[in-house]
Structure formats: C-alpha cells, structure tokens
T-cell receptor
Framework: GQNIDQPTEMTATEGAIVQINCTYQ??????LFWYQQHAGEAPTFLSY??LDGLEEKGRFSSFLSRSKGYSYLLLKELQMKDSASYLC??????????WGAGTKLIIKP | IAGITQAPTSQILAAGRRMTLRCTQD?????MYWYRQDLGLGLRLIHY???????GKGEVPDGYSVSRANTDDFPLTLASAVPSQTSVYFC??????????????FGPGTRLTVL
C-alpha cells in the first residue's frame, strides 16, 4: 500500500528553527509537495521537490532524498503566523497526489 | 472570480437528503478534484476529472458522484447523505498537462454536517 508518515504535532519557539520530517512509500514517484494549511482554511502550496537536494525559498527550505523515501521542511526565524498544519504529499506513478495526515506546528512566544 | 470557489460555505443536512456541493474555477485548468478532510486523516481523494467529459474514482468514492460538463465546473453530489459523510470538502484544480509539476489549487472548502 501507499503510505506517508509525518509527526502529528510539533512545538517550537518564535525566532527558532524547526524541521518537519516526512517519509513515504508509494507506487512510483513524480515529486513531493509541501503545503501549509491554517486552521479553517484551504491548503496552500509551499514547495515542490523532484530531484534530490535542498530547495530554498526565503525562510522555508525543503529537502528530498529519493533513495531514502524521505523529505523535510525547514522553517527558519519562526513567526507566530507560521502556526499551521504542514502537509506532505507525493505524486505517484498515476500522477495522483497521496497525502500525509499533516503536522500541526504550534509556535510559542 | 479569481481562482476556485465553492458553495455553500457550510451546510447542515438531514440524513437521507440529497446534496450537491458546487465548485467553479476560472484558471482554465484541465484537472479538478474533490477531497474530504477529517480530523487526524490526510486529504482523501473522492473523485477526479482529468478533462471535461471524463471522471474517475479516487480513494473513497462510495456515496458520491460527480460530473464534468465543462472545464470550469465540477459539482459533487451526495445522493442520500449519511452521518459518516460529515466532513470538510475541498475542491481543487491543476494544470495536469504539465506532468512534471502538478501543483493543485484549493477552494475554501465546504463544511458539511449530516445529522
């Protein structure tokens, strides 16, 4: 079966750095997405990785290792507005997105 | 409109009633999707459409039907609602012809409660 695992909840301090991990086992791989979802809102796109390595975009970076079936999202200089759920999703061999359950990130002052 | 819209925003429905959730996009995306999101679970695909006139079943299609008469609209129908269909429903669209990059854009969601 297809499976995506990520921690259910994480807590971090404002101004700090946090890393959210995602491991996956899917039928085929055509890229990995990270989305951000604030409570009561729709998911919004953060990043896309299809090749191994680190993609940096401002305070957010995303890393992929295809051989390990592993990705992480790195958030730097945390702000209170970063409190949200972070969803990992893999595009499988049928070009369908398989979603993890999401990681709820709580930022404390 | 700009992007993707859904209606209604929320709805309370008696079990056994028929309900259609509406979704419209103006981005000319070829692909559209319906997901449900339940607490503790990831987004689960109900139905999808890769192009107008075609539809396909996702992970949890039972009790739901869709149609795609044109590019812009993708309604989801619950023929006879049951309490287990209480959920938040998201419609999404993408330009899936760009197979290497299938970013999905989401509507604001419909919160449905079936009593």
């Amino acid at each position: 079966g297809q499976n995506i695992d990520q921690p259910t909840e994480m807590t971090a301090t404002e101004g700090a750095i946090v890393q959210i991990n995602c491991t996956y086992q899917t039928s085929g791989f055509n890229g990995l997405f990270w989305y951000q979802q604030h409570a009561g809102e729709a998911p919004t796109f953060l990043s896309y990785n299809v090749l191994d390595g680190l993609e940096e975009k401002g305070r957010f970076s995303s890393f992929l290792s295809r051989s390990k079936g592993y990705s992480y999202l790195l958030l730097k200089e945390l702000q209170m507005k970063d409190s949200a759920s972070y969803l990992c999703a893999v595009l499988d061999s049928n070009y369908q997105l398989i979603w993890g359950a999401g990681t709820k990130l709580i930022i404390k002052p | 409109i700009a992007g993707i819209t859904q209606a209604p925003t929320s709805q309370i429905l008696a079990a056994g009633r028929r309900m259609t959730l509406r979704c419209t996009q103006d981005m000319r995306h070829n692909a559209m999707y319906w997901y449900r999101q339940d607490l503790g679970l990831g987004l689960r695909l109900i139905h999808y459409s890769n192009t107008a006139g075609t539809t396909g079943k996702g992970e949890v299609p039972d009790g739901y039907s869709v149609s795609r008469a044109n590019t812009d609209d993708f309604p989801l129908t619950l023929a006879s609602a049951v309490p287990s269909q209480t959920s938040v429903y998201f419609c999404a669209s993408s330009d899936s012809r760009r197979f290497s990059y299938n970013e999905q854009f989401f509507g604001p969601g419909t919160r449905l409660t079936v009593l």
